[in-house]
C-alpha cells in the first residue's frame, strides 16, 4: 500500500515525498524557499555547500514530523557573509534518501 500524503489542495503529493522541490526563486538574488515533504518522522540535513562539496551553511538539521516543510534561506554562509555569484547545491537528506539541487546565486 502506498501513502498518500496530500496538500493544502488536498492532491496527492507522494511524488514528492523525501525530494527537495524546486527552488524559489532560482536562480537566487536575496532569500530562497527551500521545499520538501516527508512521508514519514526523520532525521534532517538541509545544507548549502559549493561544488567541491565543502558544507557552507547548515539550514536545518534535526528531527521533523511528516509532512510539508519549507525553509528561507538568506543568501548567507554559517558566518553570515553572502555569498558571491555562482552555482552551488541544496542538499536534503531524510531517511537515508538524499536529494541535491543546483542553485545560481546571482
Known amino acids: 500500500r502506498q501513502m498518500c500524503i ?10 514528492r515525498v523525501n525530494t527537495l522541490q524546486p527552488v524559489y526563486p532560482n ?3 536575496g532569500e530562497a524557499l527551500l521545499r520538501f515533504t516527508l512521508d514519514r518522522q ?5 545544507e548549502i555547500s559549493d561544488l567541491q562539496g565543502r558544507q557552507l551553511v547548515v539550514i536545518q538539521s534535526g528531527e521533523l514530523d511528516a509532512g510539508a516543510h519549507q525553509f528561507r534561506w538568506d543568501g548567507r ?4 557573509r553572502r555569498l558571491a555569484s555562482g552555482v552551488y547545491l541544496v542538499r536534503l537528506t531524510a ?7 543546483r542553485i545560481l546565486v546571482k
Open 95 to 101: 531517511a537515508s534518501i538524499q536529494s541535491v539541487q
Open 27 to 29: 536562480p537566487v538574488d
Open 42 to 46: 526523520s532525521e534532517v540535513e538541509l
Open 6 to 15: 496530500r496538500d493544502r489542495r488536498q492532491m496527492c503529493i507522494r511524488d
Open 77 to 80: 554562509d554559517a558566518a553570515g
